[in-house]
Nanobody, 119 residues
């Protein structure tokens, strides 16, 4: 069973920074970090930043220039550096990974970490 654990959320003032970490473990099959998503109450989960196996990153327009995603595939870990945070960045942030097994990809989510940005 794959475990995905996020950390690094918290309360920060507008303009501040946070760094989220996500570590996946629990399988001898290959685990690929996919990226970060966020969700507000009553709204759909949205993509914030994703990273390919080769290291190419994609960002939501709302976070471009402020957030940076990186990964350490050897450690099955993905990070999200968030700078110049805004109140509208307040949400629960989730990490997603893929487990590659028998030519199939199985997705796993973490439990989420709350990010609150005060104005």
């Amino acid at each position: 069973q794959v475990q995905v654990v996020e950390s690094g959320g918290g309360l920060v003032q507008a303009g501040g920074s946070l760094r989220l970490s996500c570590a996946a473990s629990g399988s001898t099959s290959r685990i690929i970090p996919i990226g970060w998503y966020r969700q507000l109450p009553g709204k759909q989960r949205e993509s914030v930043a994703t990273i390919s196996d080769g290291g190419s990153a994609r960002y939501a327009d709302s976070v471009k220039g402020r957030f940076t995603i990186s990964s350490d595939n050897a450690k099955n870990t993905v990070y999200l550096q968030m700078n110049n945070l805004k109140p509208e960045d307040t949400a629960v942030y989730y990490c997603k990974v893929h487990l590659l097994k028998d030519s199939l990809a199985f997705q796993y989510w973490g439990q989420g970490t709350q990010v609150t940005v005060s104005s």
